[in-house]
C-alpha cells in the first residue's frame, strides 16, 4: 500500500466551534486520524460527543474551525458523490419508486458520460446488491424501513464514491434487521472493497464490522480517546464471534472506555 493509500483519509489537527447564541461552542478539537483505502472505522462516544459533526466534516457538509480534511489527495471543500453519504432517516423521496431514487443520484454524477442503458445498468446493478431487485417498481411507502435503508445504500453506493460515510444508518431498526443489514454490509463491502466510516452507539455493531474502532471523550471539546484495532479475521460470523474470547476481549474494551473512563457526566453524577 503507497502512501496515498494508507492516508486515503487524513485528518490533521481538526477542531471545530459552533457559534450559537450563547456564544462559541466547542464541539470538537485536537482531531488527528487516517484511514487507509479499503478500511471500516467506526466512531462511537456518548450521546453529543461529536461523533456526526466529525462524520460531517469529512463528508464536506461542514468546514472545520482549525485543521485540515484530506481524501485521494485532495483537500475536502465540500460535499461531493466521492464521499456518499447513508444517514439514519435515509432521506429518501417518498412518493418514487425504489429504482427513481437510486436513479436521481445515478443521473446526476453519471449523466455527461453515460447512456440511458448504462444509467440503467448502473442503477440494477445497486438494486441488485442490497437484495432488491424484485422491489424495482416499488414505491418507498410500500417497503418496511429496512428495505428504505437498502434503498439508501444502494443509492450512495451506486455513485460509485471512494468513501462510504455512514451516520447510524441502522439506528432506528429492530434487532433482527438490523443484524441482517449488518451482515448484508459486510458482504457488500467485502465485495466494493469500500473504504467505510461509519457513526454508531452500538458495542457490538462496532466490534462486528470495524477494522478500527474510534472512541471518542465526552464533549465539549471532544476529541479521539483511544482506537482499538480489532484483530478479527473475515469474512466474519456473528454466531461463532459470539463465543470468540477475542470478541469478547475487544467488546469489554469499548465498554470500559464508555462507561468507565468516559462514563457520562449525568450518569457519573
Ligand atoms: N449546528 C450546530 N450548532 C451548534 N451546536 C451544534 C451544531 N451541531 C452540533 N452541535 C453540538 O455539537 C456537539 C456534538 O454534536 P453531534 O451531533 O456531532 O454529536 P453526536 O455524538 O453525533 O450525538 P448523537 O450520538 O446524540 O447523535 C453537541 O453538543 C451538539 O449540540
Wanted: hydrophobic letters at 45%.
Amino acid at each position: 500500500m503507497d502512501e496515498l493509500q494508507k492516508k486515503f483519509i487524513d485528518i490533521t489537527g481538526v477542531e471545530m466551534a459552533f457559534h450559537t447564541k450563547k456564544g462559541v461552542f466547542p464541539a470538537l478539537q485536537g482531531i488527528d486520524l487516517t484511514v487507509s483505502k479499503g478500511e471500516f472505522i467506526t466512531l462511537i462516544g456518548h450521546s453529543g460527543c461529536g461523533k456526526s459533526t466529525l462524520l460531517n466534516l469529512i463528508a464536506g457538509l461542514l468546514k472545520p474551525t482549525a485543521g485540515l480534511l484530506i481524501c485521494a489527495g485532495r483537500e475536502i471543500g465540500g460535499p461531493s458523490p466521492e464521499r456518499a453519504v447513508v444517514f439514519q432517516n435515509h432521506s429518501l423521496l417518498p412518493w418514487l419508486t425504489c429504482y427513481e431514487n437510486i436513479h436521481l443520484g445515478v443521473e446526476r454524477v453519471f449523466s455527461g458520460a453515460e447512456s440511458r442503458a448504462q444509467l440503467r445498468e448502473r442503477t440494477m446493478d445497486a438494486l441488485a446488491l442490497v437484495g432488491l431487485t424484485s422491489a424495482e417498481t416499488k414505491r418507498l411507502h410500500e417497503i418496511s424501513g429496512g428495505m428504505k435503508q437498502r434503498v439508501g445504500i444502494a443509492r450512495a453506493l451506486a455513485m460509485q464514491p471512494k468513501v462510504l460515510l455512514m451516520d447510524e444508518p441502522f439506528g432506528a431498526l429492530d434487532a433482527l434487521t438490523r443484524a441482517h443489514l449488518q451482515d448484508e454490509l459486510l458482504k457488500i463491502v467485502a465485495a466494493t472493497k469500500s473504504t467505510v466510516v461509519m457513526v454508531t452507539h452500538d458495542v457490538d455493531e462496532a466490534v462486528l464490522l470495524s477494522d478500527r474502532i474510534v472512541m471518542l471523550t465526552n464533549g465539549p471539546a471532544a476529541t479521539i480517546g483511544e482506537i482499538i484495532a480489532v484483530e478479527l479475521e473475515r469474512p466474519r460470523d456473528r454466531v461463532a464471534l459470539a463465543q470468540d474470547a477475542r470478541y469478547t476481549e475487544h467488546r469489554r474494551q469499548v465498554l470500559e472506555f464508555l462507561y468507565r473512563k468516559q462514563a457520562h457526566p449525568a450518569v457519573a453524577a
